[in-house]
């Protein structure tokens, strides 16, 4: 038979990994007890108040019995309920003798989440995470209150020693992955490490790369669905957003409204997503290719439309679309950095203004201003903007090679674009993963029932 101790030696194997895990003894010359609990989940207030203050006057066993009897929201452990289970909704665990007692001392979130603003949900949470860790520990075990779920802590940065924390399921991780992980964060070397994003680009592998391998979120549900899946959480103090890794193409592709749509609505959004991005990074090459060298592949009326349109501009294709292209990048880079209030009006303003003040000097044809708004608006169709940036970006060697071969030259280089993403990794797990392999959690996937 299992006795009371027992089970606290093997509650504390269990998780002598987790970073918020606190088992403390007691003593008074008289009495001993044993306390454990979810230093991320509960207050100390309430202990002190309810158990160890009293714990210091009791002199008997019978009398410190009384004071745990009498104490709101402590009962007795109920034999057919786990305490680890207990201990994830906010109590703490009471080893007394060979009794265990369980006292409900949930901690008020002291600091409020945020605000989902970078990855935003029309039907789903709106809550994101806090910059503080232990706030974002106890979000995330509230909305997977797993027995599995660990929590381990460490430090990156020699001067900085910024506290870090790293979450998995331990059912379901890939124990490869994991250790991997953690030998390239305890090889950092930099003396100051501020944000995952930095952190990110410190303990992958392949510095020069163009696409994110993992993913920056700050909405707890992702995180959620990404522990559900194997992956592996990090968090940092003093930033709301967490690194999700690995990751594989597809999860760059689909927004958390994707599980709260209905199965066709769902898949259509992920299709409009894909159309996009085809869009984004092609039309400027495609526009080069076809008016300097293939103007053969649109019907006539069409090309002589184009050509019309053009009539007045005295640069060649290429220029006209480098000049509206850093025309774009330049407002977009302005939107990000001013001041939310006027950042929106302040590049509406300017869009419009030098689009149609470009078109009317004769600079740039209309179709280009179009194919220009096209682009900027089919980029920030993807969710997540790690992966937009690097899109913005993937179009300039395409539109480098249509200047140059004109259409043979962009099917070549999305070619090469493909094979690039395929022989990308995330920590070892193929990058250009779409449909295939993800463990199916949430009812989205291909083959899942409902």
Do not use: H
């Not at 703490?92 to 945020?114: D, I, M």
């Not at 305890?186 to 100051?192: F, R």
Request: glycine share 6%; aromatic share 10%.
């Amino acid at each position: 038979m299992t006795t009371a101790s027992d089970s606290l030696s093997q509650l504390k194997k269990q998780l002598e990994t987790s970073q918020d895990l606190k088992s403390e003894r007691l003593q008074n010359g008289y009495l001993e007890i044993d306390l454990i609990y979810f230093s991320s989940l509960c207050n100390p207030s309430i202990l002190k108040k309810s158990i160890s203050d009293p714990f210091q006057e009791c002199t008997t066993v019978e009398e410190f019995r009384n004071v745990l009897r009498s104490t709101l929201s402590c009962n007795t452990l109920n034999p057919s309920e786990k305490l680890l289970t207990k201990m994830l909704g906010g109590f703490v665990g009471v080893f007394f003798l060979e009794e265990v007692y369980v006292l409900y001392a949930n901690k008020p979130t002291s600091e409020q989440p945020l605000e989902a603003k970078a990855e935003s949900t029309l039907q789903g949470p709106q809550t994101a995470l806090s910059e503080n860790i232990d706030t974002n520990i106890k979000i995330i075990r509230e909305r997977y209150p797993s027995p599995a779920l660990i929590a381990e802590g460490t430090t990156v940065g020699k001067l900085s020693q910024t506290k870090l924390s790293i979450l998995y399921d331990d059912q379901f991780v890939n124990k490869t992955v994991l250790e991997k992980l953690k030998k390239n964060i305890d090889q950092i070397q930099a003396d100051i490490v501020q944000a995952l994003g930095q952190l990110e680009a410190l303990f992958t592998e392949q510095k020069y790369r163009l696409f994110p391998i993992t993913i920056l979120t700050e909405r707890p549900d992702r995180i959620v669905l990404g522990l559900a899946q194997g992956k592996i959480v990090i968090l940092m103090q003093g930033t709301p957003f967490a690194i999700i890794a690995p990751a594989v193409f597809f999860d760059f592709m689909t927004a958390m409204d994707d599980l709260y749509q209905t199965f066709w609505v769902s898949r259509a959004m992920v299709a409009l997503r894909y159309v996009a991005l085809f869009l984004t990074i092609t039309l400027p090459a495609a526009y080069i290719a076809i008016v300097s060298y293939n103007p053969e592949i649109f019907r006539v009326q069409f090309s002589l439309s184009i050509a019309g349109s053009r009539a007045a501009v005295p640069y060649p294709s290429y220029v006209e679309v480098t000049i509206m292209l850093f025309m774009i990048e330049a407002l977009i880079e302005a939107s990000i950095r001013l001041p939310r209030y006027i950042g929106s009006t302040a590049t509406t303003v300017g869009g419009l203004i030098l689009g149609q003040a470009a078109q009317q000097a004769g600079i740039v044809s209309s179709i280009m201003i179009i194919i220009t708004s096209v682009v900027a608006i089919a980029n920030f169709v993807i969710p997540i903007n790690a992966m937009s940036f690097a899109f913005r970006v993937v179009k300039y060697p395409l539109i480098m090679m249509a200047t140059f071969f004109g259409m043979y030259g962009l099917v070549s280089g999305l070619f090469c674009f493909l094979m690039y993403l395929s022989n990308l990794q995330s920590f070892g797990e193929p990058y250009f993963r779409m449909f295939i392999g993800e463990k199916e959690v949430s009812g989205y996937k291909e083959g899942d029932t409902y």
